[in-house]
């Protein structure tokens, strides 16, 4: 008999040499309490969360809180059935008037996370004969729609207008042209290019897909997104997002103007197949929308933070992903994975929790720690983190 | 173009990736003998691309595997 899992035996050696170094397992992490949005019980630790999506801190928010214990006793713990079936409840039609509210656009359809979709709106919009345009440094969810469609998938390297506008030049007249890119790329917290790219991508009759799951809550004047930001967002077809980083829950959805949108609703198998969201999540979620809109105060903190702690690890001399901060995330570039989980380890020890991030997940076959802001870290947290970078970094022979 | 100078000038197109320089038949595979890894079968697709001024998508690029497919893929790209 074929062993079905011995494909898995180069990363099943790579994880037991990492582990024999005797480091911390970087996969296996617990919080046994979570204290704040930035503050949580690690190993019996306290720890500063340095690693998270929560960007705008809104998982303790009292009232967003309240709206889930209130949905939980009216509406019970599950809705057991898909949303075309027994699974629309009031919450879910308010919290897709939420985010029409919040992107001021017609369309809004909730997925039961960011992940399923990405998976059904690229996979169900882009048929066989059509083209997928995307940036090669796409999320997962974004190469697994891919995969699950039938379309052509013509990948180009990350950011670069031009191999971009190559492809499109080249697909045969008439084809069905659909362009994927994000507002921030997670892996080094970089953003795109949007406005020039979307022009040239509309220049060849392409709709045009935007993730802006990194970039919700905080970038743009109403926190709508880099398009936003760009001035661009009205040449979007279809936004994608998620209610697991700036909103503070789990759930993911797509916003569009189309005006056949609604029939999505249908035809979208990660849609239909699934069961809805609980009730309390989506209530969660709308109160978290809708109090995002009115959250300047905030937003203007986490560009601080993001702009303190940049300067602070570059100041210190660590290697960083982007030359300026571009979004609530900062990528610490690491030699290998092996210092890297070194490194790691000693910020847990430090008392701060940040992301591995590692090959296949980063580009160019990196190893990065990946930081990312909360509007409620305080002044005095981000001083305090750059020190202990400062430490861990000489105790893992980084600086 | 025919297939012998499509060949010839994707074996240009080759050499600068091909580091061991390994004797390149049709039958030498990209992934096994001159070990491209995803990074730089991206660049080298690129070239390709540009070079013949094509589109190799991904679902084509799944089905090749060694060079003479990959002559044959893009003898027939061109039309």
């Known amino acids: 008999m074929t062993d079905l899992f011995s494909k898995f035996d180069p990363m099943i050696q790579m994880r037991a040499d990492l582990l024999a170094t005797g480091v911390t397992d970087p996969f296996g992490l617990v919080m046994e309490k979570v204290i704040s949005p930035t503050v949580a019980i690690c190993n019996g630790r306290e720890t500063i969360l340095l690693g998270t999506y929560n960007y705008m801190g809104q998982t303790f928010d009292p009232d967003v809180i309240a709206a889930g214990k209130k949905a939980l006793d009216d509406f019970g713990s599950g809705t057991t059935g898909s949303r075309v079936l027994n699974g629309t409840y009031s919450p879910h039609r308010d919290v897709e008037e939420a985010l029409k509210e919040f992107y001021g656009m017609d369309h809004a359809m909730v997925f039961s996370t960011g992940y399923q979709a990405n998976l059904g709106i690229i996979s169900t919009i882009a048929g066989k004969g059509d083209y997928i345009v995307l940036d090669i440094d796409s999320h997962a969810s974004i190469w697994d729609g891919c995969k699950m469609g039938d379309a052509e998938v013509v990948p180009f390297k990350h950011n670069d207008i031009e191999a971009m506008e190559k492809r499109l030049r080249r697909i045969p007249e008439g084809a069905g042209k659909l362009v994927v890119l994000e507002g921030v790329y997670s892996m080094l917290g970089d953003i795109a290019p949007l406005k020039d790219m979307i022009a040239i991508a509309r220049k060849y009759g392409a709709m045009v897909l935007v993730d802006e799951a990194h970039s919700m809550g905080f970038i743009g004047p109403n926190g709508r997104g880099v398009a936003e930001e760009q001035g661009c967002l009205d040449d979007v077809d279809f936004v994608i997002g998620t209610f697991s980083k700036s909103v503070g829950t789990v759930g993911g959805f797509c916003v569009s103007n189309h005006p056949k949108f609604e029939i999505m609703r249908l035809v979208c198998r990660p849609y239909v197949f699934t069961a809805s969201l609980p009730p309390s999540v989506v209530a969660t979620a709308a109160t978290s929308v809708r109090k995002l809109m009115h959250a300047a105060d905030k937003r203007a903190h986490l560009w601080e933070n993001s702009r303190t702690l940049h300067k602070g690890l570059r100041d210190s001399g660590f290697q960083l992903g982007t030359d300026e901060p571009q979004s609530a995330i900062i990528s610490v570039i690491m030699p290998d994975l092996e210092r890297g989980a070194m490194m790691w380890e000693a910020l847990l020890h430090e008392g701060l929790y940040v992301n591995l991030a590692r090959p296949p997940a980063t580009p160019a076959n990196m190893t990065l720690l990946r930081c990312s802001l909360c509007a409620l870290h305080t002044a005095d947290q981000v001083q305090t983190i750059i020190g202990m970078f400062q430490r861990a970094g000489k105790t893992a022979g980084i600086l | ?79």
Do not use: C, H, W
């Open chain 2, 1 to 79: 173009m025919d297939r012998a100078a499509t060949a010839e000038k994707i074996a240009a197109l080759i050499a600068p990736f091909n580091k061991k320089d390994i004797a390149v038949t049709d039958a030498t595979s990209f992934a096994g003998d001159l070990e491209f890894d995803s990074l730089t079968v991206m660049d080298f697709v690129a070239a390709i691309e540009d070079e013949f001024d094509i589109i190799i998508s991904m679902n084509a690029q799944a089905e090749i595997e060694t060079y003479g497919q990959l002559v044959d893929a893009v003898v027939k790209l061109q039309g």
